[in-house]
């Protein structure tokens, strides 16, 4: 492609024709009214394949439903469109959990145990969160913090402490539940 280009030099306007090859810029992508793009609009950067893996993760598992009734099964119904509203809400700062549904379950003491089930749509966003912040906190945990991290276990904080009591000839008794009272 040629095109006409007109220059104003000392001797004048000098007109010449120079090759040129129209390249084509991607504009940045808006929102719906055209207001500000899209990577404005969205302050946390959470790729759909994030929330898309949170639910295959969260499907192999099961568990029941919610305080909002619905299941997996029921999830799946529209999943791409529940899939979408969970990501537009987390990766736009919206998001809210919904109430936890109680359920007690009985201790071998007589007592019972509070357990709170998750709805199956916050179950995925919570996955999200522990996939996007799990690698990064993970490497600054203490080497004896056992609870919910990956790989170790209550079984695991009762073999170190079977461990370190035959190394040690001491014992130190705590009531932890006397420091809330303190």
Known sequence: MAR???????GG?????????????????????WEEPVS????????????WDAYRWVKANGGAAGVDGESLAMLEQDLEGNLYKIWN?????????????LV??????GGKRALGIPTVGDRVAQTVAKMVLEPKVEPVFHPDSYGYRP?????????????????ADWVIDLDIKGFAQA
């Open 104 to 109: 007690e379950i009985p201790k071998d003491d």
């Open 89 to 101: 809400r987390m990766s736009s700062g919206t998001y809210f959990p919904p109430p936890v549904r």
């Open 151 to 167: 790989g170790r276990s209550a079984h695991d904080a009762l073999a170190m402490t079977r461990q370190r009591c035959w190394a």
């Open 40 to 51: 404005e609009a969205k302050p946390y950067g959470i790729p759909k394949q994030l929330v």
């Open 13 to 33: 306007m000098v007109t010449r024709v120079e090759r040129w090859s129209p390249t084509i810029e991607q504009r940045a992508r808006a929102n719906q009214r």
């Open 4 to 10: 006409v280009v007109s220059v104003s030099g000392k």
